[in-house]
C-alpha cells in the first residue's frame, strides 16, 4: 500500500475537516466547492486531491502546481484562498439526481487502511452544499442522524 494516493476530484475544508467530491467531469465538483467556498469553506484542491495516511487519519491536500486554482466552468481559473491540508471527514460521490437513494444505507469506502463515510447526492442539487455541512457537523458529533422507525 502506497503512503500517497493522487485521486480525481475537489477537496473542501469546512471547520478545517475535509471533504472529497468525486465524479466525472462536469458532474459538477468545482461548482458544489464553490457554493461551499462562498459560504465559508475553504478549498484544499481542485481537479486532483493527493491522498496521505497519517496515523488513524486521511489527509487531503492540493498537487504543488494546482494549490489555489479552482476552474469554474463559463469564467475559467480563478485563484483563491486555501488550507494546506486538511483531516478527510466525508467522501461525497456527485451522481446524478435519479441515482440518489431517499434513505440510503450508511456506507464507508475503505481509503489508504481507513474507513470513510461515504454518501451519493446530485451535485446540482440546490441543498447539496446544506446536506453536505450537515453531515459535517453530524458526523463531527459522533455519527450521522439518526433514521426513526414508525
Do not use: N, Y
Amino acid at each position: 500500500m502506497s503512503d500517497t494516493i493522487l485521486v480525481h476530484g475537489t477537496a473542501i475544508a469546512i471547520a478545517g475537516e475535509g471533504i472529497l467530491l468525486r465524479g466525472p467531469s462536469g458532474a459538477g465538483k468545482s461548482d458544489l466547492a464553490l457554493r461551499l467556498i462562498d459560504g465559508g469553506a475553504r478549498l484544499v484542491a481542485d481537479d486532483q486531491v493527493l491522498l496521505s495516511r497519517r496515523g488513524e487519519r486521511v489527509l487531503v491536500r492540493a498537487p504543488a502546481t494546482i494549490a489555489g486554482l479552482v476552474e469554474i466552468r463559463g469564467v475559467g481559473i480563478v485563484q483563491v484562498e486555501t488550507i494546506a491540508e486538511a483531516p478527510l471527514a466525508l467522501i461525497a460521490d456527485l451522481v446524478p439526481a435519479d441515482r440518489v437513494e431517499r434513505l440510503p444505507q450508511r456506507r464507508t469506502e475503505p481509503l489508504l487502511g481507513l474507513d470513510i463515510p461515504l454518501i451519493a447526492l446530485d451535485g446540482f442539487a440546490a441543498s447539496a452544499a446544506a446536506k453536505l455541512r450537515l453531515l459535517r457537523r453530524a458526523l463531527a458529533a459522533g455519527g450521522l442522524p439518526t433514521i426513526i422507525a414508525c
